[in-house]
């Protein structure tokens, strides 16, 4: 039985991954939460929620809405996710699937996710704009205020030194640094206390182990080490599309950067608000700059959209000779 109501889809866009999971976790323990609470309410005491992942652009959008609209069989709810929504580009796909969430089924929830700041307007306009929102990267004072309020809720003392030392080693997002700082406790126990010297030793040897490094070595256009850090995330069961979500946070914060810098902006304060501040990203952006210019850098960011979704196919390939082809077109892009 289908209702006219758009109440159980949402749309969460952005990169910043840790408060989008949040947010997410919220939904799913408002749908199956205890009667009579959040979202599931109806009198059922224990509700069984069945899970759907999906990509855009990956399975038919014809089989995924006929899923939607088929009642659950086996459990009391179901909710669907369909990641990377901004790859829905057939404007047949956009218009049924905007036609199901006009009116969708009574036991089906719909969350959409994209690491963009937008997807279609003609999906966009059917969620209600309660149900819509854009998760930004964290600004540098609240990634500081983050970190600092993390050790102290733990009883741990941290001065600033060590505060950007831990955001120059970790990735832009509070999943990530949630990660990182919970393991660094476990090291720093015995002293209830976090100094820079603490983060550069237990945080450093890990760094090959993140995609945003793998970054910094296409910025000094050091491709040996690129491929040895790209294997070493594989090898680490990192997966593809999340080195590619990274990878494209840092070409769109590239273009952001030559904005700037072709606009002859020199405040700080700008390079502050798009995420360079620390020394290391300077450095990593810096470089960057001087190997791509904006026609290039788009070209990195159209590749690795291209990449990840045939990695998202399941390309005949072994995913490392895609990511490999991958870095190397990376490297043709650079201007000589």
Known sequence: MAKENTSNTWLFLGPEIGEKDEAVKAIKQGISGPAGSGLAGGGLSNIELEEHVYYGGETAMSQVVSEMQNGALFSDRRLFFIKAAEGIKKKEDQTLLASYIASPSDDTYLILLSEESSISKVI????????????????????????????????????????????????????????????????????????????????????????????????????????????????????????????????????????????????????????????????DYAAAAARYNTAAAETCLALTTEYDFLVRSRSSFPEHIVLDSYVLKLFAAARS
Do not use: M
């Open 124 to 283: 966009e306009n059917k969620i209600p704009s309660t149900h819509r929102r854009v998760f930004w990267e964290l600004l540098d004072s609240r990634k500081t205020q983050w970190v600092s309020s993390f050790f102290q809720n733990a009883g741990y003392r941290i001065g600033g030194e060590a505060i950007e030392t831990i955001l120059e080693l970790v990735e832009n997002n509070t999943a990530a640094l949630k990660q990182e700082c919970s393991r660094l406790l476990l090291f720093c126990k015995d002293s209830k206390e976090i100094s820079a010297a603490d983060a550069e030793k237990w945080l450093s040897h890990t760094r090959e182990e993140n995609p945003f490094i793998l970054f910094s070595r296409i910025a000094s256009g050091d491709l040996e080490r690129s491929l040895e850090s790209l294997r070493i995330l594989l090898a680490a069961k990192e997966s593809p599309p999340a080195i590619f979500a990274a990878l494209a946070s840092c070409f769109r914060k590239l273009l952001s950067y030559l904005a700037l810098k072709e606009g002859g902006v020199r405040d700080d304060g700008e390079y502050r608000k798009i995420g360079v501040s620390a020394p290391g990203a300077k450095r």
